[in-house]
């Protein structure tokens, strides 16, 4: 159950940090202790993370990014409880 993650991972498909494969699975970044969720690239070994910069974009369209240094865990989110059905809703 707990497998190695990779040192390097990044969001965008032109990367060659990016894995669809766990990116589709779910991964967390814990940085300096708090959870985030806006991370488009990490390193653990190097203890830092990229973010987006507000809503500027480059010139190719991806967005802006700045480097936050500080320490980086890295895990695979847990998959979420099947849900139950609401009041009102049909099950098929």
């Given at each position: 159950?707990?497998?190695?993650?990779?040192?390097?991972?990044?969001v965008n498909p032109k990367s060659p940090?990016?894995?669809?494969?766990?990116?589709?699975?779910?991964?967390?970044?814990?940085?300096?202790?708090?959870?985030?969720?806006?991370?488009?690239?990490?390193?653990?070994?190097?203890?830092?993370?990229?973010?987006?910069?507000?809503?500027?974009?480059?010139?190719?369209?991806?967005?802006?990014?700045?480097?936050?240094?500080?320490e980086v865990v890295a895990y695979l989110?847990?998959?979420?409880?099947?849900?139950?059905?609401?009041v009102g809703e049909e099950t098929t």
């Open positions: 159950m707990n497998e190695p993650m990779p040192d390097r991972l990044a940090f990016h894995n669809a494969d766990l990116l589709a699975r779910g991964v967390g970044i814990r940085f300096n202790g708090k959870e985030r969720v806006d991370v488009e690239e990490y390193c653990v070994s190097e203890g830092w993370v990229r973010v987006a910069a507000g809503r500027a974009r480059d010139r190719h369209g991806n967005p802006m990014t700045i480097k936050l240094k500080g989110q847990e998959s979420p409880a099947p849900r139950a059905a609401a």
